[in-house]
């Protein structure tokens, strides 16, 4: 049994020891430990040092990190992510020279809301980042409302705390905003935000780079937030958090988590550690519950806390009152965001509920198909075993006739009925899937341009023949006479739907079928498949013929122009090589028939074990 994987293996911390932004941010911390603990400088000098420069060089190399080596991420949502967490690492570093250039009091004053919005974007622009859930990867860049909603109703939420804690008391009391204890309160609560949404969002994900990426995230959010107690106590005298003391070097932990968790970016997974791909369909089905969970926890938030710091002299009256009324605005924010976050999650449910009633049909209709296949391909065994015999006989009796004898002619007969007779049970073989076969990888595009010289002759000079064949098409495992089969088959319907002339037009291309897509023609399943649609100009198939045409000895055409077996064999064709086959059409604008087949280099669907041979 091998042993279970770890987070940080030695190839991991090898990586990270030879990453250059690292390995310098090392060197910046190494010179700043010296600095603080030997007398190379003087306790006034440290003070000075510490209060508004000792950690610029780090966060500027935690900006540098973050954006360098971007290009060469192939996700587009990753690398969005990145940008927006480099940009609120910028504000940070800004809202940081700020506060380390405007050292008189009376100018600071005036740009303390400056600095505190700058801290608030460094926080807030990452919150988005984790909130628009890139760990989804590509198939889910879409900008869909639900998405939206999450990050207004972020937005919302941090923009309602920054406002509660920062701007009502710089606007209404500047001197109860000075005290410094109010913004603060707002630093905290988004830390509580990161902390959160980073750990849901690692729950919530399957692959676990990126839920190392969000824990990582999760642990600097959760320090700064104990680095923001202990300094709040400090402010009021219960801590000792002074600048210029060795408790500095603790704010240097926070940035180097974060610049680790941007440069681990860079480095291969290891073997044990392979991602586990994107996470499976229902995951991303409940992200409209969490997006109203994140919406209710906002709404409860707020005025529990407003309640709670009623009960503690924290403001004045004339600060409360603005405050209470921003709460109120806030709640009814939410809550129409909550309305419109319910339609969501509604039609969401009803997509999901059309999207299994079409597997349940889909099955139904599979199901009753193998049950019809078993007993014509067992009806068509036999008869084909007394054709032979038939034949066989027949030729015998002939061979014993001189060419004069005026019963050859009968016998000839007999020949030619036994023939016919003989092909109709191939197609019953063909759809209960108990033909031989040579499978082969096989290039559809070749295929497609081979057999339609044939085509063009089986449908004539009145229809109009036009082939669409997709660039770079893949490869096929298919036995190529079947598949040429199917598609002359499927041109002489079209020939009989048309018998006043039109246009057949067959198109081939790769197809990429998504996790989680609503089945829409009942692909086999999320992988990479080669489309062939043949589509005719003709009057269309009825609806309540549609559900049966690719049943054996069904037809839509007169008795003696069809026996009903020509769509079965294909649809036995097609699913022996593990596709699918399915039919649209409308009313006097013609019929289309869309095939399926698993590319070569996917692994096809494992076959019926009810149709096996």
């Known amino acids: 049994m091998s042993a279970p994987a770890r987070w940080w293996p030695r190839e991991t911390l090898a990586g990270l020891g030879r990453d250059p932004f690292v390995r310098a941010f090392a060197a910046v911390a190494g010179v700043e430990v010296v600095l603080y603990v030997t007398p190379l400088i003087g306790p006034v000098e440290r003070a000075y040092f510490g209060r508004y420069f000792y950690h610029l060089p780090a966060l500027g190399l935690l900006v540098a990190g973050t954006f360098a080596g971007l290009r060469p ?7 969005m992510f990145w940008r927006m967490v480099g940009a609120g690492f910028g504000c940070w570093f800004v809202a940081t020279v700020l506060a380390a250039t405007i050292t008189d009091m009376d100018a600071r004053r005036s740009v303390d809301v400056t600095i505190d919005s700058a801290y608030l974007a460094s926080g807030l622009i990452p919150l988005v980042a984790i909130a628009w859930r890139p760990h989804l990867g590509s198939g889910e860049a879409a900008l869909t409302l639900d998405r939206l909603l999450r990050s207004a109703g972020i937005v919302m939420i941090a923009g309602g705390w920054f406002t509660y804690f920062v701007l009502v008391p710089a606007v209404v009391n500047p001197g109860f905003y000075a005290s410094i204890e109010p913004s603060f309160f707002g630093y905290l609560s988004l830390d509580v935000m990161l902390a959160s949404l980073s750990l849901l969002s690692a729950v919530s994900t399957g692959n676990r780079h990126w839920r190392r990426t969000y824990l990582v995230f999760a642990a600097a959010a959760l320090y700064t937030f104990g680095l923001d107690v202990l300094d709040l106590l400090s402010q009021n005298g219960t801590f000792d958090l ?14 180097a988590l974060y610049l680790i968790a941007a440069r681990l970016r860079h480095l291969p997974v290891p073997p044990a550690q392979a991602e586990r791909g994107l996470p499976p369909a229902g995951d991303d089905g409940a992200t409209p519950v969490r997006t109203a969970g994140i919406l209710l926890a906002g709404a409860f938030t707020f005025p529990l806390v407003h309640i709670w710091l009623g009960t503690i002299p924290f403001a004045t009256d004339a600060v409360r009152r603005p405050q209470t009324i921003l709460v109120l605005v806030v709640l009814v924010v939410l809550a129409l965001m909550a309305t419109a976050g319910y339609g969501a999650l509604a039609r969401r449910y009803r997509s999901l509920e059309a999207g299994r009633q079409s597997l349940e049909d889909h099955l139904r209709e599979t199901q009753r198909m193998e049950t019809v296949g078993r007993l014509a391909g067992s009806v068509a065994h036999d008869f084909n075993n007394l054709l032979t015999a038939i034949s066989g006989y027949n030729e015998l009796a002939m061979e014993t006739l001189p060419p004069d004898d005026p019963n050859r002619p009968l016998l000839d007969e007999v020949r030619r009925s036994a023939a016919q007779a003989q092909a109709l049970t191939r197609q019953l073989l063909a759809f209960s899937r108990r033909q031989v076969l040579t499978l082969e990888p096989l290039d559809l595009g070749r295929t497609v341009e081979a057999v339609a010289p044939m085509i063009a002759r089986i449908i004539g000079e009145d229809i109009a023949l036009e082939t669409r064949l997709g660039a770079g098409l893949g490869l096929v495992m298919a036995d190529p006479r079947q598949i040429e089969s199917a598609l002359l088959n499927l041109a002489g319907n079209a020939r009989d739907a048309m018998p006043h002339g039109g246009r057949l037009t067959i198109v081939a291309d790769n197809l990429e079928v998504l996790p989680g897509a609503v089945p829409q023609g009942a692909a086999p399943g999320p992988g990479r498949y080669i489309q062939i649609v043949v589509r005719d100009t003709g009057g269309g198939i009825a609806p309540e013929a549609l559900p049966h045409i690719f049943e054996p000895f ?4 007169e008795r003696a122009k069809g026996t009903g077996l020509g769509l079965a064999s294909v649809y036995g ?16 604008r013609g019929a289309a028939f869309t095939i399926l087949l698993p590319r070569a280099d996917e692994e096809p669907p494992a076959p019926s074990p009810a149709l096996a041979t």
């Open 554 to 557: 069904f037809s839509t055409k």
């Open 242 to 255: 002074r600048p210029g003391s060795r408790t500095d070097l603790l704010w240097l932990t926070a940035p």
């Open 573 to 588: 064709i097609v699913t022996q090589f593990g596709g699918t086959i399915t039919a649209t059409s409308e009313a006097g």
């Open 73 to 79: 991420i192939a996700e587009r949502g990753a690398r």
